[in-house]
């Protein structure tokens, strides 16, 4: 009888620890964090402020996959009634570089609107943003057209 006791507490235990093992293992992709959109700017404050300014956790919306903050609460309504407005061309990734074929992750000081579209750039001008001025059609045919090659996340 006592052995009998002893092998079900090993099957428990063996049982338990393999439980154990499995939500570990499977852990890790269920915490895995939503990456923050444009290093945490205000995508609306470009078209409403003309400048780049800084989100707040206390202001932030998940869309498309990554957390989206903003300087206000009416920023915040603004980007949930219309996001694909607000949201840059190119995600996380500098516009003039991806026209070039390249992937270079955009620094949020370095913007462009045109044609009510934002585009975000890795470097200042005259780099960036005045570079993808130059030609504007082409550029914005030639980054849309490398769209494919962005990671995606």
């Given at each position: 009888?006592?052995?009998?006791?002893?092998?079900?507490?090993?099957?428990?235990?063996?049982?338990?620890?393999?439980?154990?093992?499995?939500?570990?293992a499977t852990a890790p992709a269920r915490a895995q964090e939503t990456t923050l959109a444009i290093k945490g700017y205000d995508p609306v404050a470009y078209f409403t402020d003309g400048k780049p300014v800084r989100g707040t956790p206390e202001f932030e919306y998940t869309w498309d996959e990554h957390r989206w903050r903003f300087s206000s609460a009416e920023h915040l309504a603004l980007f949930k009634a219309d996001p694909a407005h607000y949201a840059p061309q190119f995600g996380n990734y500098c516009a003039m570089a991806l026209a070039l074929g390249e992937i270079v992750v955009a620094d949020p000081e370095n913007w462009l609107i045109s044609e009510g579209k934002l585009?975000?750039?890795?470097k200042p001008?005259?780099?960036?943003?005045?570079?993808?001025?130059?030609?504007?059609?082409?550029?914005?045919?030639?980054?849309?057209?490398?769209?494919?090659?962005?990671?995606?996340?």
């Open positions: 009888m006592n052995i009998n006791v002893n092998r079900r507490k090993a099957v428990l235990l063996t049982g338990l620890f393999a439980t154990s093992l499995l939500a570990i585009y975000v750039f890795g001008a005259p780099a960036g943003p005045e570079l993808f001025k130059k030609d504007l059609a082409g550029n914005m045919a030639k980054s849309s057209a490398n769209r494919s090659i962005l990671p995606k996340q």
